[in-house]
């Protein structure tokens, strides 16, 4: 407004109106502005008032009800759910599967001939795996075979000696007896002429005679009786060399066994049925004895299940589970427990637990579990490692 028209104005129109019909609203003659008044609303029985006013119960006692009796049985529902679907079984996600795999190795050395697995392929027990070139143990099998026969012919020759040795007894003993018989009768005719000497009926010369025979008849007889010593000796050393060959002989088919079983070790087989996985062994191939060429699982496995040891108050071997591989949900399985390990999975590790220190906390150990399974799926792989989540259960089901 420009001060012209300020000016034109009434002097009373710069002074707000107070209306006089009421008389509970008062104004600021200066400002014009309306002074605050108390509210009427505001008077001490307002308190009052709400404390009279009907609670929420009260006023809605239908939908109370429904609300409250809602809330019981959901709470009932609760705890059967809990009682039936939860309360009678233990369940762990530390399990998984396991199996006593090993490596398929060497026992002699020597070049790959052929590889007749492929990776991840089933075998059947006394299935072929690989083929190790056998010439040079077919050689060795060779000259073992050759030893035995030589051994053989050193025992044939031995007792041979002795059939000779002991016919050499027989003959010397046999002359040892017709020379006891001629030393008897030359000691006898000695005698004879030493009596008639004596009488004078003999002569001298025939006397001497006589004693020399005797004692041509008693050098005979000592040289038959040596003889008898010698055949008995022959015969002895024949039997000794009968002997040795007979040990050689042992030892010629100790080392034919060895070469026939490197021979047969130059084929390997598999020992049960199960699949052949990390394949590594290759055609023209140089392996050592002892060198892996492939992993073995074979095709008895089962799950092991590491439970918290707050777990196992109701745990029983024979108890059912049911369980659940990850890889393959949709097939569900069932089991029982087979036993319990009397001891927490790392008091068996290479490095056990040391708790004696004065910094120990309690930790809640796991106890592995061996769970076998009823029926394992044909028509997927299942190996070891694959996670699997059992429910054992431990108290019937109310």
Known sequence: MSPASRALRHPDDAKPTVPAT???????????KVKAQPDQAQTPEAPEDAEKKPSIIRRHPLWTLI???????????????????YEPYETTDDAFVDARSFSVAAKVSGYIEDIQATDNQHVAAGDV??????????????????????AKASIA??????EVAGASVDEARAQQNSSAAALQFARDEANRQRQL??????????????????????????????????????????????N????????????????????SYTTLTAAQPGRIVKLSGSKGQFVEAGQAVAMFVPDDIWVTANFKETQLADMRPGQTVNLTIDAYPDHQLTGKIASVQ?????????????NATGNYVKVTQRVPVKITVDHWPQDVSIGPGMSVLPTVTVRPRN
């Open 67 to 85: 609300v409250l009796i809602a809330v019981i049985a959901i709470a009932v529902a609760g705890y059967f759910v809990w009682l039936i679907y």
């Open 129 to 150: 795996i690989a083929k190790i070139a056998p010439r040079d143990y077919q050689i060795a099998v060779d000259q073992a075979n050759a030893q035995v026969q030589s």
């Open 342 to 354: 009397p001891g927490s999975g790392t008091a068996f590790s290479l490095l056990p637990a040391e």
């Open 157 to 162: 020759n031995a007792e041979a000696q002795i």
């Open 244 to 263: 040795s060959a007979q040990a050689s002989l042992k030892e010629a088919e100790a080392q034919k066994e060895t070469a026939e079983q490197n021979l």
């Open 22 to 32: 009421d008389p509970a609203i008062e104004t600021d003659i200066d400002t014009g």
């Open 197 to 242: 000497l004596q009488g004078g009926a003999g002569s001298l010369q025939t006397s001497q005679q006589s004693e020399s025979n005797l004692r041509q008849a008693d050098a005979a007889n000592a040289q038959a009786q040596a003889s008898i010593t010698s055949a008995m000796k022959n015969k002895a050393a024949a039997e000794a060399q009968r």
